[in-house]
């Protein structure tokens, strides 16, 4: 099985930065995209940003020019280098990723989740 170990999350205040990582486990497997989503109290968790095995990126509008998404893919691991934060990005992140179990079988696994909170 795969199992994702994040770190990374704290308390900023405005303006600050934080670097999200999002290890992944079982080294026998292939990892296809890898990505970060938000979820805030009372809301639904959505998407923040994902980054293919060939490294193409996608980003929520909210997050473009602030967040930068990147992965080692020799360590399988990825990254989310958050800056300018507002306090609008305050939420609990999770670490989300598409494994190649085996041919044809393709497994969705998330990780336990980090607080981020922006406040002065």
């Known amino acids: 099985q795969v199992q994702l170990v994040e770190s990374g999350g704290g308390s900023v205040q405005p303006g600050g930065s934080l670097r999200l990582s999002c290890a992944a486990s079982g080294s026998s497997f292939r990892f296809n995209t890898m990505g970060w989503y938000l979820q805030a109290p009372g809301k639904q968790r959505d998407l923040v940003a994902s980054i293919t095995s060939g490294a193409s990126t996608n980003y929520a509008d909210s997050v473009k020019v602030r967040f930068t998404i990147s992965r080692d893919n020799a360590k399988n691991t990825v990254y989310l280098q958050m800056n300018d934060l507002k306090p609008e990005d305050t939420a609990v992140y999770y670490c989300?990723?598409?494994?190649?179990?085996?041919?044809?079988?393709?497994?969705?696994?998330w990780g336990q989740g980090t607080q981020v909170t922006v406040s002065s």
């Open positions: 989300n990723v598409d494994a190649t179990i085996r041919p044809g079988l393709i497994k969705t696994y």
